[in-house]
């Protein structure tokens, strides 16, 4: 034998008797990342085993320090973070008593530890198996990875490769939270932290547990829940569940939903997100009623085709009507971006027809100034939104846009756009209301636009051109050339503006007479002459003990414009302005280009405004402004509507103060001196503290002027809108807007939500008048479980859309929910 292999083969025994004679005293037991296999360049010069040695107690290792883990197994010592190990890979094993044989196994018994970068493990007992790189572990056992644990009394575990099995586990695996994305707001007050800055989190128990590598995780017989474990109010229980949190996505086989004790569902196969990742496959069913459609279930199936861009694929089963069928494609690109929706109805039950609606919207940027825009909508009859929409929006409309256009901006200060324009008109004979008028197509609208500044002298050139076809199944026909140049010259400082402009307003007429008489040809020509100025003042200003900067704004506006006979020219877009401050400066009372008014006219306004010194906020807001003819008005909109007499127009007033920040009033006043009565009125308060807390309270008036009893344009109604913390975690939330000149309900909500942490509750029921004779009523229930869907009917879309300031009390998206957004 030679001399080197006798001592090796003495230092083995003799390491083998120290082991079985004092094991308790030994240093932890180190394994070289060489012994692993792992390449050299990873890692420091190899170490090898450490064997007993006679050195002094203060020369060994000192052992890991103490750290608290979630559940420590009974009898055992808390354990703290793993010390970092000279040599990043190193196993390193500790124990009341450690035996083993050197390159080949080590045994670990008594609070016995492993611990390998971010893994450790304890047991009550420990075998390493150096070769193979596992470790089996039996009694009391706790594996922690990183933010994961595992507990059980068996598992064999490759420590590397983090694959292996674990028998009857406990688990809780868990990843940190994500901070802010860039440019997010900030959280308002009591508002918890958004979906995509919690952490993912989850846990459970199970029969068995395979490991499958980093971040993959297969369990038999297990259960899931994301509530705290003291009390899971939910929990998924599945034969087979896979979580894998590289893709952030978990999946369960032959599974059921618990809810408070008892089983609320049966799910054959599902898979839910781990995280804010989005995924393909079955969305959570949704289930409601009203007294349209009667029971209400719709089973959305989500295809994520790609980063940017995805399809949503729905069927909707209606009691009362039958099935629907709707799909929902989506893409965004960074030249490009569209949606387009279909909903298809073979064969309604109740009307006796097939039914449909779809809308495409598409945005494109061409480059090089080149871009276009498509959005086309339509739908098979007039009471399709009043028969099933929930949208007052979409009830009260009465033309559907369809239009395409291709704009040039590349001019710098000029620009072109083409347009194909038509509506689809909805008139519904069974709602009562006048027949709807159908507007005029334009195929095609062609527009020249330019704003050249800092021409000789400091003047500025303007030009507004168009040329537009007109097409209508029944009214006179024509094509309208309007050119209409302008010339100004700014004279602006800091303090004051003064700005005279001088244009000639040119429009030519090509007509195809149906209804009206008169030339087919006519020219209209217009000189147009306008001086703007205003000043401004400041000063320092203290109000109940804050200090303010206190503006002072004259500002006048004189206007003249000839009078021009146009009553031979048809009315193709032509309506009245809404009367307020923008429009009094405005040169012309009228919409569109078919009618000019004539003008000899000066306005005048104040404006004055607190504003914070070190924050630029307006707090106080409070404006007046009226308009004076010198001359009477002589071009009306057509023959049946008078001409305005009197030289005052109507006053306007507007005030509005931030009490505090998101608590507003705002408050309108339209006066008419001639008469001496208020001819609209609005006020508005809300007041929003802090998160899912606010509170809205407005009112409107309008006079009506209309001699159709049948059709009023005025009205008066109250909105009043809210969300608020009852008791508890218990939120109300409502509106409540009612017609006061009919005496009836326009719109009605009334509902409870419920945070329980790791599941919601709504409750909500609708009143939505969609048409003078009809009413539709809609009862939404939802339980949602965070991190694994929802069950009933979601109300967040109508809440959003009805009550402003509204906020999920459990904030964030769920991207299992399939609300209607159409």
């Not at 390159?103 to 075998?127: P, Y």
């Not at 303010?548 to 146009?566: G, K, S």
């Not at 020219?569 to 309506?575: S, V």
Request: net charge neutral.
């Amino acid at each position: 034998m030679k001399p080197h292999t006798q001592l090796r083969f003495l230092s083995i025994a003799l390491f083998a008797l120290w082991g079985r004679a004092g094991a308790e005293d030994l240093p932890p037991f180190v394994v070289s990342p060489a012994l692993l296999g792992k390449p050299a360049a990873a890692r420091p010069a190899p170490r090898a085993v450490s064997a007993p040695s006679a050195a002094p107690a203060a020369a060994r290792p000192a052992p890991a320090p103490a750290r608290s883990a979630p559940a420590a197994a009974p009898g055992r010592k808390s354990a703290a973070a793993p010390a970092p190990l000279t040599s990043p890979g190193s196993t390193r094993i500790s124990a009341d008593r450690v035996t083993g044989h050197q390159d080949v196994d080590a045994v670990a018994e008594g609070s016995a530890t492993l611990l390998r970068d971010a893994t450790r493990v304890d047991a009550d007992r420990l075998q390493y198996f150096e070769l193979t790189d596992e470790v089996e572990a039996t009694g009391n056992v706790r594996v922690l990875r990183g933010t994961d644990e595992m507990t059980g009394p068996h598992a064999r575990i490759k420590v590397q490769e983090q694959t292996g099995v674990f028998d009857s586990p406990s688990y809780s695996i868990s990843r940190p939270a994500r901070g802010p994305r860039p440019g997010q707001a900030p959280l308002l007050p009591g508002q918890a932290l958004p979906a995509s800055q919690q952490p993912i989190s989850g846990h459970g128990s199970a029969d068995s547990l395979v490991l499958e590598g980093e971040n993959q995780f297969r369990f038999s017989n297990a259960s899931w829940t994301s509530c705290k474990p003291a009390r899971p109010d939910w929990y998924l229980q599945a034969k087979e569940l896979d979580l894998d949190y590289d893709s952030e996505v978990g999946e369960a086989r032959h599974g059921t939903l618990w809810f408070k004790g008892l089983p609320v569902a049966y799910l054959p196969w599902a898979d839910f997100p781990l995280g804010e990742s989005r995924k393909s496959g079955l969305l959570s069913p949704t289930f409601g009623t009203s007294n349209k459609v009667g029971f209400d279930l719709t089973l959305p199936y989500y295809f994520n085709l790609a980063p940017n861009y995805d399809d949503t694929l729905t069927t909707r089963l209606m009691g009362r009507r039958g099935l629907q069928f709707r799909n929902e494609a989506r893409y965004i690109n960074p030249n490009f971006r569209g949606i387009t929706y279909l909903e298809y109805m073979p064969q309604d039950q109740v009307e006796g027809r097939s039914r449909y609606v779809g809308s495409v919207r598409h945005d494109h940027n061409f480059g090089g100034g080149w871009t276009s825009n498509l959005n086309v909508n339509g739908v098979s009859d007039p009471r399709y939104f009043i028969d099933l929409s929930t949208r007052l929006a979409l009830t009260s409309q009465v033309n559907l846009l369809r239009q395409g256009s291709v704009t040039y901006a590349g001019g710098g200060w000029w620009s072109a756009t083409g347009l194909l324009q038509g509506f689809q008109t909805l008139d519904d004979p069974k709602t009562g209301a006048a027949p709807v008028s159908i507007p005029y197509k334009r195929l095609p609208q062609l527009t020249l636009t330019a704003n050249r500044p800092e021409l000789p002298g400091g003047t500025t050139f303007q030009l507004a051109s168009e040329f537009v076809a007109f097409s209508h199944p029944t009214q006179d026909e024509g094509r309208r050339l309007t050119f209409y140049p302008q010339l100004s010259l700014p004279l602006q400082t800091a303090a004051f503006h003064f700005t005279p402009k001088i244009g000639v307003h040119t429009t030519r007429y090509e007509l195809d007479r149906r209804v009206s008489t008169g030339d087919n040809s006519t020219t209209r020509t217009l000189p147009i002459l306008s001086v703007d100025s205003g000043v401004t003042f400041e000063r320092e200003a203290s109000f109940g003990g804050r200090d303010f900067v206190q503006t002072l704004e004259p500002r006048v506006y004189y206007l003249y414009v000839p009078y021009r006979d146009q009553s031979n020219i048809p009315n193709f877009d032509t309506g009245f302005y809404d009367f307020n401050f923008a429009q009094i400066f405005a040169e012309n009372v009228y919409t569109g280009g078919d009618r000019i008014s004539n003008a000899n006219q000066i306005t005048t306004a104040v404006q004055s405004r607190l504003i914070d010194p070190t924050t630029g906020a307006e707090t106080v807001r409070a404006a007046l402004g009226q308009r004076y003819y010198l001359v009477d008005q002589r071009v009306t909109l057509n023959k049946d509507t008078p001409a305005r007499t009197g030289k005052q127009a109507d006053l306007l007033a507007a005030f509005g103060i931030n009490l505090a920040p998101k608590t507003t009033l705002d408050t309108a006043w339209q006066y008419n001196p001639r008469d001496n009565w208020t001819e609209r009125f609005n006020f508005g308060f809300r007041f929003q503290p802090g998160y899912a807390r606010t509170v809205g309270v407005s009112w409107r008036y309008r006079r009506n002027y209309s001699t159709d009893p049948a059709n009023p344009n005025g009205f008066r109604d109250i909105d009043l809108t809210g969300q608020w913390p009852l008791w508890g975690n218990w939120y109300g939330v409502g509106r409540y807007n009612r017609n006061l000149r009919d005496h009836r309900l326009t719109q009605g909500i009334a509902g409870v939500e419920y945070n329980a942490g790791c599941w919601v509750f709504r409750g909500v029921v609708q009143h939505l008048t969609t048409s003078a004779t009809d009413v539709t009523r809609a009862f939404f229930f939802q339980l949602e479980f965070n991190g694994a869907g929802s069950l009933g009917s979601s109300p967040l879309n109508v809440l959003r859309r009805s009550v402003p300031g509204y906020n999920r009390i459990n904030d964030g998206s769920n991207p299992f929910s399939s609300d209607d957004d159409f």
